[in-house]
């Protein structure tokens, strides 16, 4: 008797190998994401961080612990978030829309959220839309993409953590995500 293959084995399999398709396309060795290629949700970074020290993935530290509360707030299992820097590194300018557009069809996440301004019109020139606003949910190829300002500059200031977390609910909710309407208590100190 022939042994059934894991489906979910198989379509993380497939994502992976287009993931790599998609770095290859941009000249991107490797790298350039982490997190759960399978994951509901994608977050979308501007620039890699600089330092290679960094074990939490594509977002530094303090913001993956921070992302990660609210994306918790809103109803998501920890750790199951793809990240992914719109501008990696090494990638070839005039082929990073290419490359964000196949890695988030490869992921197939229902909700992509860009973190920063950057990512935000990265996001927007990989689907082909004018811009996005913070807060202002849009639908393109079967998923919500939304932004959320300057994630990063929000954790230090109350009031920019207002508007973040605002935008986070949504763009989430226009996913069908279930939100709570206080900040996460991480999220805001």
Do not use: C
């Amino acid at each position: 008797m022939t042994a059934v293959p894991d489906p979910l084995a198989l379509y993380e399999a497939k994502a992976l190998a287009e993931l790599a398709d998609a770095n290859a396309l941009a000249g991107v060795a490797a790298g350039g994401w982490s997190g759960d290629p399978l994951g509901a949700v994608a977050l979308v970074v501007g620039t890699e961080p600089s330092t290679d020290d960094d074990e939490s993935g594509i977002l530094p530290a303090g913001l993956h612990e921070s992302a990660g509360k609210a994306l918790g707030a809103l109803g998501f299992e920890e750790g199951s978030a793809f990240e992914i820097a719109s501008r990696p590194r090494e990638a070839i300018p005039d082929a990073r829309a290419a490359r964000l557009r196949l890695a988030l069809e490869a992921v197939d996440a229902t909700l992509v959220l860009a973190l920063d301004p950057l990512a935000a019109d990265d996001l927007a020139a990989a689907f082909g839309l004018q811009g996005l606003e913070p807060g202002k949910p849009v639908r393109a190829a079967g998923r919500v993409l939304g932004s959320t300002g300057d994630f990063a500059a929000s954790l230090g200031d109350v009031r920019a953590k207002g508007r973040v977390w605002a935008a986070m609910r949504s763009v989430a909710a226009a996913a069908g995500h279930r939100t709570q309407t206080k900040r996460p208590s991480g999220a805001s100190r």
